[in-house]
């Protein structure tokens, strides 16, 4: 039997074993079909672009705050589109997911390790086994050893497949820290923006109070107003000037959660004094479909969740199966060093294997339960997922509309009670009102500015809530990856 002939016999063998476990193809298990309405009751623009009042430009939804047209924050969410430790984080654990992915790639492909030897080998005996027939000797050896395992049950191209849809999902995640991460910075500006115009309005009533406190105290001293009435106008003023402190330590920490979430240390950025006519909302009337929701991060995420876990069920089953391994060595062996690389020193040998597991105490079985529960589980929270961002977008939607009415409401009462304020303040100048009017009229005015900016602000968190519930902040190719 020539040595060529063993190396044909063992090259065919390999090459059956790898057309053995290139035919081990798995496919993915169906995705549970959500039942959805064709499309939102509510009408308003389809969640792909959005347009200005004039139509001058067209915005994508991933880059939804455009909209605004405020450069402050379009600053804001870059810095932290650069440097927010939470898309730091997410994209770390995508590099984690990659390596796990190309060790389990690595896993599929044969293992060649290199085996230097030297063997002390005892002298040998006779045949009765105590007399000593010669010395001991030492055998060399230098070879290439070449083991690998056929996946004839599929078990490794589901353990490659499930590592793959967790990059997929990694990424994902990922796409959805970005996602919340320009929702958080939006909103937490619109808040900042708020206390700006609350400052704003509290220092311009304190000046007109401070001025009719002034004008109180001088009737107070000609006589024409009681010590009641210039108590009662102190009380107001030093009322309202303790609100203004609070206020500020509001904006103020306010301020430092914004820093925080751009990965900006404190007092790097210096925030403006705007209020929130900085920002411009644009209006919408168009239907939009409910297939939207796929463009969620978060439920594509999930997705890719289920269907990794389908891949682990096969790769429970598979490991029930017999392993088939196969290994190979081929190199030098001589018992004199300087005659190790003879062609007569040359060797191959070649293995094949099967095993199988008789009894493992129910071992395996139970992580095929395992695997299939995890499924499950994974299934309705697929079917959930969908189901509760489909919710979010229809209440966001209904929630833009209804605040959008409120602020018109706020503002027309807004606008009355500073005439009345401004009426009455008159009137009180010339003796025609009493201070308890005068009091009275200053409160409502402050009130209603108070909730006409509230509900400035609820509409403008509005528009952020819909395009965050329509996955916005997320370019279009990070959720058009097909995951069968």
């Known amino acids: ?49 959005l347009a200005d009042a004039q139509g001058e430009r067209r915005i994508r939804l991933a880059d939804w705050w455009i909209a605004f047209g405020n450069t402050e924050l379009d600053g804001l969410i870059a810095k932290a589109l650069e440097s927010s430790p939470d898309i730091r984080i997410a994209e770390s654990r995508v590099t984690q997911a990659q390596a796990r992915s190309d060790q389990a790639r690595a896993g599929s492909l044969p293992t060649v390790t290199g085996v230097p030897q030297a063997t002390l080998q005892a002298p ?83 000046r007109v109070l401070g001025r009719m406190y002034e004008a109180v105290d001088g009737r107070f001293v000609n006589r024409d107003a009681t010590i009641l009435e210039l108590e009662q106008q102190r009380s107001g003023l030093y009322a309202l000037r303790a609100t203004i402190p609070v206020i500020e330590q509001q904006r103020e920490q306010l301020g430092s959660e914004i820093f925080g979430l751009v990965g900006a240390v404190p007092g790097s950025i210096k925030l403006s004094d705007k209020g929130l006519d900085a920002l411009f909302l644009p209006s919408f009337n168009q239907e939009m479909p409910s297939a939207v929701v796929f463009r969620r991060p978060d439920v594509r995420a999930v997705e890719a969740r289920l269907q990794a876990a389908g891949a682990d069920v096969d790769v429970a089953r598979a490991r029930l199966m017999p392993s088939v391994d196969f290994s190979g060595q081929v190199g030098y062996a001589s018992q004199a060093l300087s005659a190790l690389v003879n062609p007569q020193s040359l060797f191959l040998s070649a293995m094949s294997s099967m095993t199988l597991s008789l009894f493992d105490s129910g071992r395996r079985d139970s992580e095929v339960a395992f695997s299939k529960a995890v499924y499950e589980e994974m299934t309705e929270t697929y079917l959930r997922t969908i189901y509760q961002a489909t919710r979010e977008i229809e209440n966001s939607l209904n929630g833009l509309k209804n605040t959008q009415s409120q602020a ?41 500015q108070e909730d006409y900016l509230r509900a400035r602000m609820e509409h403008l968190r509005s528009f952020v809530t819909l395009c965050h519930a329509l996955g916005g902040g997320v370019a279009d190719g990070a959720v058009a990856v097909s995951l069968n």
């Open 1 to 49: 039997m020539s040595f060529s002939w063993l190396l044909h016999r063992a090259c065919a063998g390999f090459a059956i074993a790898v057309f053995l476990t290139a035919c081990s193809t798995r496919a993915p298990k169906p995705l549970p079909q959500p039942v959805l309405p064709d499309r939102f009751a509510v009408k308003h623009e389809i969640p792909d672009t």
């Open 124 to 206: 040998k005996t006779s045949d009765v086994g105590t007399v000593s027939t010669g010395q001991a000797f030492t055998v060399y050896q230098g070879a290439l050893k070449v083991d690998y395992r056929l996946d004839v049950w599929g078990e490794q191209s589901a353990i490659e497949e499930s590592a793959t849809l967790k990059v997929a999902q990694a990424k994902f995640d990922k796409a959805n820290a970005v996602r919340v991460v320009t929702t958080n910075v939006t909103t937490a500006y619109i808040n900042y923006l708020l206390l700006n115009d609350r400052l704003r309005v509290a220092r311009e009533t304190e």
């Open 408 to 448: 018109r409401s706020q503002d027309e009462a807004a606008q009355a009670t500073r005439r009345a304020w401004d009426v009455v303040v008159k009137a009180y100048d010339i003796g025609a009102a009493d201070v308890m009017t005068l009091l009275d009229a200053e409160r409502a005015y402050y009130k209603m």
